[in-house]
């Protein structure tokens, strides 16, 4: 496909069919992650690969219990929050492949002031959007599908606890891989005109 059909075509599945991925077209969406661009080439990311339905399983549950207390925390009412787990759970569990994104840190420049180390994790975390990106580009450019979930932000031990994770790594995004059980729903884009605030 045309870069541009790529682009424009990617779209944030939400439901997959059962049918898993090869080894190797998740490899080849990992690759595509790891030529992503990032601060003085450091790739300060590190990726979970979950094919297991047990992990998603455990992943999803884990997650779960952090998010009804912080919905609750929200003052949504008992079957509200039932519903939102019971939608967010089977996004993890019903997807052939999740992987978890996770930034890590140990790699980058150490700066004496706060102003600039603040800014050298900074573009760690663009690099790591930039990772997601690819993937997703990758998944859709190959024949398949992806979605990008953001809930491990608001939970980062939790997900560290579910899955052993090493404390160096900091849990920030999934991204759901597989093949769309159905066309979602496309929000409309902003015209260009609003998005260029300044052009000389």
Known sequence: MDFFTIIRGRRSVRVFRPDPLARE???????????????????????VVLTSLEARARLAEAMGATWRRQLAL??????????????????????PVVVLLCLYLEDLDVY??????AAEVTMAVQSLGCAAQNM?????????????????????????AALGLDATLHPHALIT??????????????PLEELVVRWE
């Open 177 to 190: 891989l597989g093949y769309a059980a159905q066309d979602p729903a496309r929000r409309p884009r902003r």
């Open 136 to 160: 997703l580009l990758a998944a859709y450019a190959l024949g398949f599908d992806g979605g990008w979930m953001c809930a491990p932000l608001f939970c980062q031990e939790t997900v560290r």
């Open 74 to 95: 929200d003052g949504q009412d008992a079957a509200t929050i039932e519903a939102r787990f019971r939608k967010s759970r089977q996004r993890i569990i019903g997807a």
């Open 25 to 47: 077209q998740i490899e080849a969406v990992l690759e595509a992650a790891r030529w992503a661009p990032s601060p003085h080439g450091r790739q300060p990311w590190r990726f």
């Open 112 to 117: 004496p002031d706060a102003e600039r180390q």
